[in-house]
């Protein structure tokens, strides 16, 4: 562990002497797997689940085997397999990659876990960095397996734990639900030792592993019977928590309905105990199965029943079917993170809180910052030569995606990962008038474009795919994967060969070209998209910051040379901007030494010939 | 280190006990999280409950990047309510305007770098006489009328000292002089949470920023020139005629006009180059310079010489 051991404090004053170590939700998460004893762990990476399994590189290999996945459902096999095997083991993804994943979930909860099974799922409520705000709840509903919901790293890691010995004991797969706000919030957390317990060895009873007809007619009733049961564990833990609140319990005078209880889980608690911490709370280890038995005694002691959840009101709804009346979506949002102003909102909507005052209005209009490639960045490029030959454009999941956005402005569609080849497919045997092109990051295309590669070939598409081939996993951090040639561990890799692999399945067409040579990529762009059936072009040149930060001799404008034509701003490199000086009334371009790698990429477009290299 | 008019800022020196919340805000790959993380490790040593809540994903491709610490005896939301920052450090100037509501009306501290780091967005528009989308508020403007607090020139301190990257430090230095835990505690966080071989620099940074004092300039005067802020809209040119025109007789369809458009608003129709999109002419003259056969004719009247 990197993080220093510290004395942790309590709220009383008195020194808890247990190690407590400042650990975010995910290395929380990732510390109560170890110590619950974990084998196997495996994931792709994905905003905000990525630094689970990078912590897991913090921990000795030889008691915890950590790898990077192609995909989630890789991933999830993989633990899958172990736990067959006889050990614990998880999977972490994002809650989209558990889309990815889903079918070896739904499989697996009639099968059933042998050796502890978790599925880390981190939601990402808000839509900071995903493509929707999914909730995982309804996920597990669907897959009848139990969900866990921590409100904080010191409850990521003792739900982690419990979620192993829930699953052995009622032989399922669990899911540990995070959020974006779980995963990158660091708290001091009390930490304990490791404890594996014994190899329960191979699973052994194929009428139970092989998913046969028969045998998926004999297990759907173990499912359901496992509902009942894990409903009756949800409402006797004790991780279901009673909380009376601060106060006697009253509503305030003048609140309609009389006594008021709030029913919440994971990090809604938090916000309930901020904003309201008079009002009783009962919060739940987790959504599915509901805590019914729990949820009627609460209800009992209380008038009325609100329901304080993030996103879908999965709560709510289930509660309704109890026969038991209760308020929630029609409080707070069903959109977005929830907050102590949303919060505050809500009760005082509902009569239990004075209105929060009237807002002063923003005295500044906030600046726009979208984000942008990085100075450099050798998508940049590639999109340039893309736009200016006026493909339609099917895009994939990663950095490159903010070629959608101005200036670049040259991707028309991207639905989710791997959908690029599929799409263009699609594109082209509609008769779409320009050429179609896929753009496709490496990592991406690992993940899910070699399956809609080989269709484009047997199906004689008349397609270019792009591979963009930064050597990374560059959207998430910089992760390694079977193209980067190195492990999780850092440790050497056979390492994949794109332009062999595009030759094995069928293309014919196959080039390699750096995309900081703009020229030359215009051309090799030209010449594929007029190639008749599938071509391939695999843009390479390493990501600028990872592994490693490159930093060249940086250029400059020649300021007498400068007409403001601006065309180098078509890049949308945030190393260029405005100098102080106009031409005509348009503002001329400097370049900001400090950030600029030298790439070059604004020289090679420049009208004028006047960016050059810094002189002394 | 420039002037700046700014006012007084001489809060008392508080020792807290009570606990505070501090939102940090910046671009990517200014240091945020290190000083968020300076923050929390000192909050913690001294014996309090911490959070410190951030959203990465996007914090390395030049997008907001935004930390909330917060520490008391008890603290139960990771993330700040709006109008209960008592102190808001920013290291870039328009990320501070963006978050100021977040301080509490009249009490929270402003601490901010009055660098500017002005994003390709707020450059979009090349026609003559196009302001810049940046914001127009100087410190002068902000510091002492809208928030109490101070706007130094962090990146230049720190440029001096020899690292412009310890800009953060400067600031978290600045903070120390009015949060009056002893300066030992400081330095000891500062050389925990510094990356390797940086402690040094570090150091020095954290007390600059603990040494510095405004300069005493008079707000009223006209006269003071706030280098670090954007240079005022330019004046509107309201006899602004700009066109671009393509004579079909001459065009040959070469498309290199086409190519060369840095605004894209030409097009080829056939075998020959049209104007696809003339409002969004600037007049730049790249066609017109540029065509082999004097096809293109650009009409640019009204602007400056």
New interface residues.
């Given amino acids: 562990m990197t993080a220093?051991t510290?004395e942790?404090?309590s709220?009383t004053?008195r020194t808890i002497t247990t190690e407590a170590l400042?650990l975010t939700g995910n290395e929380a998460i990732t510390r109560g797997a170890w110590e619950a004893g974990v084998r196997v762990a495996a994931a792709y990476p994905g905003?905000?689940s990525t630094e689970i399994l990078e912590s897991f590189a913090d921990y000795d290999p030889a008691e915890v085997t950590a790898q990077w996945s192609v995909n989630e459902k890789v991933a999830l096999d993989t633990a899958i397999g172990a736990s067959f095997a006889g050990v614990r083991a998880l999977a972490a993804m994002k809650h989209v990659g558990l889309n990815v994943a889903s079918d070896s979930l739904m499989s697996m909860s009639y099968i059933g876990a042998h050796g502890g099974l978790v599925i880390v799922v981190c939601d990402d409520p808000g839509i900071?960095?995903s493509q929707n705000e999914q909730d995982t709840r309804l996920f597990a509903k669907l897959a009848g397996v139990p969900i866990l919901e921590p409100a904080?790293a010191q409850e990521a890691l003792e739900y982690t734990k419990v979620a192993f010995a829930l699953s052995e004991e009622f032989e399922t797969p669990v899911i540990l639900r995070g959020t974006?706000?779980l995963s990158?919030?660091?708290?001091?957390v009390r930490v304990g030792a490791r404890t594996v317990p014994p190899s329960r060895g191979f699973v052994g009873d194929h009428t139970r592993t092989v998913t046969i007809p028969a045998n998926a007619r004999r297990l759907h009733p173990k499912v359901i019977a496992r509902e009942a049961a894990l409903a009756r564990w949800f409402s006797e833990t004790p991780l279901t928590l009673r909380d009376d609140g601060d106060g006697d319990g009253s509503t305030p005078e003048g609140a309609a309905g009389g006594r008021c209880g709030i029913v919440t889980t994971g990090?809604g608690y938090?916000?309930v105990?901020?904003?309201a911490p008079h009002l009783p709370v009962l919060k739940l280890a987790g959504s599915y199965p509901l805590a019914a038995e729990a949820i009627r005694a609460f209800a009992a002691t209380v008038d009325r029943l609100i329901v304080v959840e993030e996103l879908e009101p999965a709560l709510e709804e289930a509660i309704r079917g109890l026969g038991l009346p209760c308020e929630g979506k029609s409080l707070f949002p069903r959109l977005g993170e929830l907050?102590?102003?949303l919060l505050?909102e809500g009760l005082a909507k509902a009569g239990l809180m004075a209105p929060p005052g009237p807002?002063?209005p923003?005295?500044?209009a906030?600046?726009?910052?979208?984000?942008?490639?990085?100075s450099g960045c050798p998508h940049t490029a590639s999109f340039l030569a893309l736009?200016?030959i006026g493909a339609h454009v099917a895009g994939d999941i990663g950095?490159y995606t903010?070629a959608a956005i101005?200036?670049l402005r040259s991707m028309d569609t991207c639905v989710c990962m791997g959908a690029s080849i599929g799409n263009a497919i699609g594109m082209a045997k509609a008769g779409a008038e320009k050429p179609v092109v896929a753009t496709i990051g490496d990592s991406t295309f690992l993940h899910s474009g070699i399956p809609p590669l080989i269709d484009a070939v047997y199906n004689k598409a008349d397609i270019t795919v792009v591979i963009l081939d930064n050597h990374i996993t560059a959207m998430t951090?910089g992760q390694d994967h079977p193209g980067t040639g190195r492990t999780l561990r850092g440790e050497p890799a056979p390492r994949v060969d794109y332009a062999a692999l595009c030759r094995a399945v069928g293309i014919d067409w196959v080039r390699v070209v750096d995309p900081y040579d703009v020229g030359r990529l215009m051309q090799t762009l030209r010449e594929a998209t007029a190639w008749r059936g599938v071509s391939v072009v695999i843009a390479e040149r390493p990501c600028v910051?990872d592994p490693v930060k490159i930093k060249g001799a940086p250029l400059m404008v020649r300021p007498e040379g400068c007409?403001?034509?601006?065309?180098c701003?078509?890049l949308?490199?945030?190393s260029?901007?405005?100098s102080?000086e106009?031409f005509?009334?348009?503002?001329k371009v400097a370049i900001d030494a400090?950030t600029c790698i030298g790439c070059t990429l604004c020289a090679q477009v420049c009208?004028t010939d006047c960016i050059q290299p810094v002189t002394a | 280190m420039r002037p700046l008019p700014n006012d007084d800022f001489a809060p008392a020196p508080r020792c807290v006990e009570t606990g505070l919340n501090i939102l940090v805000v910046g671009v990517g790959g200014q240091g945020v999280l290190m000083i968020s993380k300076a923050l929390a490790l000192l909050a913690q040593r001294r014996g309090f409950e911490v959070k410190q809540s951030e959203v990465h994903g996007m914090a390395k491709r030049g997008g907001i990047v935004f930390s909330h610490v917060r520490f008391a005896p008890k603290v139960w939301s990771p993330t700040i309510a709006k109008g209960e920052a008592d102190v808001l450090i920013a290291l870039e100037w328009a990320e501070g305007l963006r978050w100021l509501d977040h301080l509490r009306p009249g009490r929270g501290v402003f601490i901010a770098d009055t660098r500017r780091i002005v994003p390709p967005f707020a450059c979009r528009s090349r026609k003559p006489g196009a302001p810049s989308a940046y914001a127009r508020e100087t410190p002068a403007e902000i510091v002492g009328r809208h928030a109490d607090g101070c706007a130094l020139d962090a990146t230049e301190i720190a440029t001096a000292l020899g690292d412009a990257r310890t800009a953060n430090t400067v600031l978290l230095g600045r903070l120390s002089a009015w949060l009056d835990y002893p300066v030992g505690d400081w330095h000891a966080v500062v050389e925990a949470i510094a990356p390797k071989g940086t402690a040094e620099i570090n150091r020095r940074a954290f007390d600059a920023g603990r040494a510095w004092t405004p300069p005493r300039t008079d707000i009223g005067d006209p006269g003071t020139a706030d280098a670090t802020v954007a240079s005022p809209p330019l004046a509107a040119l309201p006899d602004l005629h700009i066109s671009v025109a393509i004579d079909p007789a001459w065009c040959k369809g070469c498309a290199i006009c086409v190519k060369l458009c840095p605004e894209r608003c030409l097009a080829m129709d056939g075998p020959i180059a049209v104007v696809a999109t003339p409002s969004a002419c600037t007049g730049c003259r790249v066609c017109e310079w540029l065509c082999p056969d004097f096809a293109v004719t650009v009409r640019n009247e009204g602007v400056p010489a």
């Fill in positions: 220093e510290l942790a404090v709220r004053g400042p905003t905000p900071h960095s904080d974006t706000r990158h919030t660091r708290s001091v990090i938090l916000y105990k901020e904003a907050s102590v102003e505050r807002v002063p923003a005295a500044i906030p600046m726009a910052r979208p984000p942008v490639l990085c736009r200016s950095c903010l101005d200036p951090g910051l007409i403001a034509c601006q065309a701003m078509n949308g490199c945030p260029i901007t405005w102080g106009l005509e009334g348009r503002h400090t009208t």
